[in-house]
């Protein structure tokens, strides 16, 4: 499917795309114009712009992987949710 008809630019060029990038380098944080540049090519009208993200947002390799926190001496590392929100319960701040 056409995504940008300006750069003739598919959801198969975008997909492609960012699973090159992620494999590239897997902290990097993709953006519409780091997709572009990967296909050598660069937005015009930026009439696909909502398109072009939500065909962005379908692939799974978008999200930058869960970081992993610096082990503290005597406790494994601990994962930190992308998003970040605070996984401490009612319970665990009264400690
Ligand atoms: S349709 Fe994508 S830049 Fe115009």
């Given at each position: 499917m056409i995504v940008c008809h300006c750069m003739h630019i598919t959801d198969?060029?975008?997909?492609?795309a960012i699973e090159w990038m992620r494999a590239a380098d897997p902290m990097t944080i993709i953006t519409p114009r780091k997709v572009y540049r990967a296909l050598n090519k660069e937005a015009d009208c930026g009439g696909c712009m909502s398109l072009f993200l939500d065909t962005m947002r379908q692939n799974d390799k978008l999200?930058?992987?869960?970081?992993?926190?610096p082990a503290v001496s005597g406790q494994p590392a601990a994962l930190i949710e992308e998003s970040g929100t605070?996984?401490?319960?009612?319970?665990?701040?009264?400690i």
């Open positions: 198969h060029d975008i997909h492609s999200q930058v992987p869960m970081l992993r926190k605070c996984k401490a319960t009612q319970r665990s701040s009264n």
